[in-house]
T-cell receptor, first 108, second 115 residues
Framework: LAKTTQPISMDSYEGQEVNITCSHN???????ITWYQQFPSQGPRFIIQ???TKVTNEVASLFIPADRKSSTLSLPRVSLSDTAVYYC?????????FGSGTKLNVKP | GAGVSQSPSNKVTEKGKDVELRCDPI?????LYWYRQSLGQGLEFLIY????????KSGLPSDRFSAERTGGSVSTLTIQRTQQEDSAVYLC?????????????FGPGTRLTVT
């Protein structure tokens, strides 16, 4: 059974860097690691995806160690609008697991 | 372009009634997913289709739940004899291909309330 674990919640202040880590206990060799963001009353939306080492796009960076048993989503200089729930996604035997998510609360 | 659409946006039904939820994926997307999200909770995977086929239906919560997809496009999720615990937001997503590598695009969801 696929199981991802991540912190339930995190607090931060505007302008800080936020790092959210997810453990991927049963990740398959060829699986990518994907993160999604969800605002209240909306469906999740894709943030970033990677396979190993580091991936960066216009909104975030994703760090994946060599053993791929975890991943860290890094949000640089967060703003109030980054307050949301962040999910790492896992796949196991045709089932997609979003996990419980990390609720990020950005304070002014 | 048009995103994933779902209908109805809200549905209130009495316990014991059947409901049908509809999802229109993005044109050209071969994979379609259904999730359920209870208030304040994470996403619960229900089922996904690659084309018109669902490789695994064991994610459906009970035999009162069924889903189908026709023509590689529209999908319906049917809940028979609804129960109060079925109350949740039902989210549909689609992607160009199946598998975790493909970005899933989510619809706005259908909020189901069973009274």
């Amino acid at each position: 059974l696929a199981k991802t674990t991540q912190p339930i919640s995190m607090d931060s202040y505007e302008g800080q860097e936020v790092n959210i880590t997810c453990s991927h206990n049963n990740i398959a060799t060829n699986d990518y690691i994907t993160w999604y963001q969800q605002f209240p009353s909306q469906g999740p939306r894709f943030i970033i995806q990677g396979y190993k080492t580091k991936v960066t796009n216009e909104v975030a960076s994703l760090f994946i160690p060599a053993d791929r048993k975890s991943s860290t989503l890094s949000l640089p200089r967060v703003s109030l609008s980054d307050t949301a729930v962040y999910y790492c996604l896992d796949l196991n035997f045709n089932k997609f697991y979003f996990g419980s998510g990390t609720k990020l609360n950005v304070k002014p | 372009g048009a995103g994933v659409s779902q209908s109805p946006s809200n549905k209130v039904t009495e316990k014991g009634k059947d409901v049908e939820l509809r999802c229109d994926p993005i044109s050209g997307h071969t994979a379609l997913y259904w999730y359920r999200q209870s208030l304040g909770q994470g996403l619960e995977f229900l089922i996904y289709f690659q084309g018109n086929s669902a490789p695994d239906k064991s994610g459906l919560p009970s035999d009162r739940f069924s889903a189908e997809r026709t023509g590689g496009s529209v999908s319906t999720l049917t809940i028979q004899r609804t129960q109060q615990e079925d109350s949740a937001v039902y989210l549909c997503a689609s992607s160009l291909g199946s598998g975790k590598d493909y970005e899933q695009y989510f619809g706005p969801g259908t909020r189901l309330t069973v009274t």
